[in-house]
């Protein structure tokens, strides 16, 4: 077994560079004119052959695949193994009905937790993308815009190191920090500001906190692609025919932004609605959120295939908000890729 | 309506940089102005205090008799073309050319009208829904002269707004922005580092040299009686000799140069003894007869004809290099490289300048 690991790991990606050097003399060998050629008369058949094969192999294997079973998973009921493809395994929508209705039968009353996790998280994602564009668009115009070389430089770094820390940690971080007996409430005592501590974390404030922090350079770096490559003139242009700051930022610099804000804000919803961590962590008992509801069908239930269901209905949900609201901003696309 | 323009002492620092230097003009209401100088002299930064995007480090700067200390440029009765156009990527022509106007919160029919009229006034009548890309070079500037128009400014700074056109495209945006001044009778405070344009479009010109600016006034002036040894030779064609003054009288002076003794107008403050540079234009220069004696010998390297005229490029002694332009009626038939020259020229075509680059008062 760790031999074929071995193989696997160290062998492959050495036997693939080894590949392309090869390929690389014997190209230089014969000296080829590379303008105006096709892909393969460019690059040899090898080349292509690999190319393909890995993207395939990539599309196909790590992303399609897994998520077809999921969905596959999902229709089916949960058996014990030895049943499997028996005749008891059929295709059914008990998953799903357990996700509206608390029961893999009865109709007569809603899942009312669930389903209020689940709006919650999506209202409160939401929010939380909203909430991250507030902070980092001024950031990331000063950064485009505004700040000298140095100072860019070093914000960048102040931004981009406390992400070295894993996710994980970062979170049981935001748990000590907002601790009942943490530093935000230990500081607040002192002060005076309050009487007694403020539970952060029955109020969900610390894992709401944690949630935008662990999200904004996902924010700022699309932001700050996009601002950075508006020409300053049109600003001062606009500034020049006598608009004030706020015109200049709705009509001129936002509009020119928008594939970028576009995909910030999309990656961020995405992964704050489906961010397993910080709820994990940052939770309190009563904490309301949706992706710990998926673990525990997978891992506390061990219903893989309600835990499927569920997952199928975020991602569904998900990916119908994020639609309906690049069509209300008229982004299409492939300008969230540009 | 037209305002003046006026920069008492301006002074304009980047950190110890001085990028304009003690600038002080007066530019009178309706004219229109150009500021000629080479890549890197400070026009941008002189035009980019005039509309309220720097403040100077020192003097003032009044429009229509107001001062404008503090006010941003979004405040000041200017609008500005940038140099690279900026116009909006996003926006149709129409909405380009009615920004300003939009700001200014002018209702929507109203401000088509007036978008409407200001495609008419720069000849693009059928383009206001076209997108800014979709557009020729020359339509993009004519898109940024009504944007810039529609705010109905009392001053209109550009900035090289033509550099970026082909010859032809420029000769022929140079009258049409001529003719769109005189039609809409404002100031215009034009920024170029082409002589010709400064030329032909200015009532007057100022020129400028290392944040400094060395002379003010009409085209003919500036070209006829250069105040300094950097306009005699930014503007227009110059051949210029070095020498010491030998001999000075009313009004001209004698020079020992390299070439020989030579005389022309001076300016006054040069003494016997002093270093000057003595200038004189190629269309000064006339070719004299072989025997007759000529006060500058040269020898003929290269000859081009350009129709209405010929250049002769040729050397005199110790390589000193000399331009001669003769009409085609001095033209004095075929001449071949290495041919003997002598050259003359009136004494008033003569200019003596001091050899420092700044007048001597
Ligand atoms: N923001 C700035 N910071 C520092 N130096 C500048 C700045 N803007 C212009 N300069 C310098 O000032 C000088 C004049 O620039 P500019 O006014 O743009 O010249 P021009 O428009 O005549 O080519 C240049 O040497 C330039 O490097
Ligand atoms: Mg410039």
């Not at chain 1, 028996?86 to 669930?114: C, K, Q």
């Not at chain 1, 952060?200 to 935008?212: E, K, P, R, V």
């Not at chain 2, 500021?35 to 403040?55: A, D, H, N, Y």
Request: glycine letters at 10%; aromatic letters at 10%; a positive charge.
């Amino acid at each position: 077994m760790t031999g074929l690991r071995g193989v696997l790991f160290v062998g492959l990606p050495v036997a693939v560079i080894l590949g392309f050097w090869l390929l690389a003399r014997w190209e230089y060998r014969h000296g080829r004119d590379s303008h105006r050629q096709s892909f393969v008369a460019r690059n040899g058949w090898p080349v292509v052959a690999f190319v393909v094969a890995a993207v395939g192999f990539w599309a196909l294997v790590m992303i399609v695949l897994p998520q077809l079973y999921m969905v596959d998973f999902s229709f089916h009921p949960k058996l014990p193994p030895s049943q499997r493809g028996g005749p008891r395994d059929v295709y059914t929508l008990e998953n799903y009905r357990y996700f509206l209705f608390g029961s893999t039968r009865s109709t007569a009353s809603w899942n009312v937790t669930h389903i209020t996790a689940f709006w919650l998280t999506i209202a409160v994602s939401m929010c939380i993308t909203v909430l991250n564009f507030v902070i980092c668009y001024p950031l990331a115009y000063f950064m485009a815009q505004v700040g000298t070389g140095s100072q860019v430089r070093k914000l960048m770094l102040l931004l981009i190191i406390p992400y070295w820390v894993n996710e994980l940690l970062r979170a049981f971080a935001f748990n000590i920090l907002f601790g009942t007996s943490g530093v935000l409430n230990v500081i607040l005592l002192c002060t005076g500001v309050i009487a007694s501590p403020i539970d952060f974390i029955g109020q969900d404030i610390a894992l709401y906190s944690g949630l935008t922090y662990a999200y904004l350079l996902v924010m700022m770096f699309p932001l700050y692609n996009a601002l950075e490559s508006l020409d300053h003139n049109q600003i001062e242009a606009a500034r020049d025919l006598g608009a004030p700051w706020w015109h200049v930022h709705l009509h001129v610099v936002m509009p020119f932004a928008k594939p970028g804000i576009a995909s910030g804000c999309t990656l961020v919803f995405m992964l704050c609605a489906g961010a397993l961590a910080a709820p994990l962590v940052l939770g309190g008992p009563k904490t309301l959120w949706f992706t710990p509801i998926v673990y525990d069908r997978f891992y506390q239930a061990f219903n893989w295939n309600q835990g499927a269901a569920y997952a199928i209905v975020l991602l569904l949900t998900c990916i119908l908000f994020v639609m309906m609201v690049m069509r209300v901003f008229r982004v299409s696309l492939s300008e969230i890729t540009r | 309506m037209s305002a003046d323009v006026e920069l008492d002492d301006v002074s304009v620092r980047f950190g110890p940089f001085l990028a304009v230097d003690r600038a002080s003009l007066k530019i009178a209401g309706g004219e229109f102005f150009s500021i000629l100088g080479p890549s890197g002299c400070g026009k941008t930064t002189l035009l980019r205090t005039i509309s309220g995007f720097l403040q100077p480090s020192q003097g003032r700067v009044r429009i229509g008799g107001r001062d404008m200390a503090g006010l941003g440029a979004n405040k000041r009765p200017t609008a500005l073309i940038f140099q690279n156009l900026a116009l909006f990527p996003l926006m149709t022509v129409a909405d380009n050319v009615g920004y300003g106007l939009r700001v200014r919160g002018v209702a929507r029919a109203e401000r088509r009208r007036r978008v409407d009229a200001l495609l008419q006034l720069v000849a693009l009548p059928d383009q206001g829904g076209s997108l800014v890309s979709e557009l020729s070079g020359g339509q993009k500037q004519r898109v940024a002269i009504a944007r810039a128009l529609a705010v109905e400014p009392q001053v209109l700074l550009l900035d090289e707004p033509l550099s970026a056109l082909d010859l032809r495209l420029r000769q022929h945006m140079r009258s049409e922005l001529r003719a769109i001044q005189k039609r809409v009778g404002i100031t215009f405070i034009y920024i170029t580092h082409d002589q010709g344009e400064a030329l032909t479009m200015s009532d007057r010109i100022a020129v400028m040299n290392r944040g400094v600016i060395e002379q003010v006034g009409p085209g003919r002036a500036v070209y006829d009686d250069p105040a300094t040894a950097f306009v005699a030779s930014f503007v227009g064609e110059n051949n210029c000799f070095e020498g010491t003054v030998v001999e000075t009288g009313d009004g001209h002076a004698v020079v020992e140069t390299g070439v020989g003794r030579l005389s022309g107008r001076r300016r006054n403050g040069l003494a016997v003894g002093d270093r000057a540079l003595v200038f004189v234009r190629p269309e000064a220069l006339r070719l004299v007869s072989d025997d007759a004696p000529a006060p500058i010998a040269c020898e003929l390297s290269s000859s081009a004809f350009e129709g209405n005229a010929t250049h002769l490029f040729a050397r005199a002694r110790q390589g000193q290099p000399i331009v001669v332009t003769l009409s085609r009626r001095d033209e004095a038939g075929a001449m071949a490289p290495g041919q003997k020259l002598g050259l003359d020229y009136a004494a008033h075509d003569g200019l003596v300048l001091p050899a420092n680059g700044h007048g001597a008062d």
